[in-house]
Nanobody, 122 residues
Framework: QVQLVESGGGLVQDGGSLRLSCAASGRSFSEYNMGWFRQAPGKEREFVAAINWSGVSEYYADSVKGRFTISRDNAKNTVYLEMNNLIPEDTAVYYC???????????????WGQGTQVTVSS
């Protein structure tokens, strides 16, 4: 069982950068694939990036590939999302998920954080 808390969101200009963090509590963090999802107003929550339990494999949505980087530090029970070259279309609430299926890119049902707002001004 894992509890997740996202942080690091904020307001940036077009072309700027942010790093999001997802701090996890629980004894089994290192056993979970981890992912980032986002949801813009009026839209469905969508997959952004995922990383397998060991950190060996990374997966990205086409819309962020080459701009975002996911990483994890199992010793610190933390997952990161480095976001570079941000554009207004990246504006959304970003959520961390534990147990994401990295092949189907579907988040697990039970383990979500509260979300952190990212706003990119034009």
């Amino acid at each position: 069982q894992v509890q997740l808390v996202e942080s690091g969101g904020g307001l940036v200009q077009d072309g700027g950068s942010l790093r999001l963090s997802c701090a996890a509590s629980g004894r089994s963090f290192s056993e979970y694939n981890m992912g980032w999802f986002r949801q813009a107003p009026g839209k469905e929550r969508e997959f952004v990036a995922a990383i397998n339990w060991s950190g060996v494999s990374e997966y990205y949505a086409d819309s962020v590939k080459g701009r975002f980087t996911i990483s994890r530090d199992n010793a610190k029970n933390t997952v990161y999302l480095e976001m570079n070259n941000l554009i207004p279309e990246d504006t959304a609430v970003y959520y961390c998920n534990a147990g994401v299926d990295v092949y189907s890119r579907i988040g697990s049902k039970d383990y979500w954080g509260q979300g952190t707002q990212v706003t990119v001004s034009s």
